[in-house]
């Protein structure tokens, strides 16, 4: 079992409610995250379409993966928070969508941020695309990550 693979399992536990949805997280790099869900009727609007705050919550999983993906080495030691974040909806969502998140920033930058303030704050850029690869949503979500120890 790799350190990715590890983080996936923990993500489950530390943000249960993502799963409560449905959400999969399938894969998840050193700033790079994949997660996945199937349309319910839990997660169904009332034009039979995946409902907008669905593909929110899948796409800023798939980001908080990305995220933890690249501070994997340090995320012990960080409080990670999504600061903000803006969603586009493109077209009509159904039957599995996937988010493919990345972060937009280099880790040698964040790191180097974190190093000298304590903190960083950056996008991480989300693709939400349904099983013929049509993109449905954009999503962008700014997370800001403090170290511990001046994280009050």
Do not use: C
């Amino acid at each position: 079992m790799t350190p990715f693979d590890a983080l996936k399992a923990q993500l489950s536990a530390v943000v249960p409610f993502a799963s409560y949805v449905g959400v999969e997280i399938r894969e998840i790099g050193e700033g790079t995250a994949a997660a996945a869900l199937t349309q319910s009727q839990n997660t169904s609007n009332h034009v039979a379409t995946m409902h907008a705050g669905a593909l929110f919550t899948l796409a800023e999983a798939a980001s908080g993966a990305a995220m933890a993906g690249l501070f994997l080495e340090r995320l012990a030691a960080l409080r990670p928070v999504a600061a903000g974040s803006t969603i586009a909806y493109a077209k009509p969502a159904r039957g599995t969508i996937t988010a493919h998140a990345k972060v937009d920033d280099t880790k040698a930058a964040l790191f180097a941020a974190l190093d000298a303030a304590g903190k960083a704050r950056f996008p991480v850029s989300i693709r939400m695309e349904d099983e013929e690869g049509r993109e449905v949503a954009s999503m962008t979500v700014d997370w800001h990550v403090s170290a511990l120890a001046r994280a009050a």
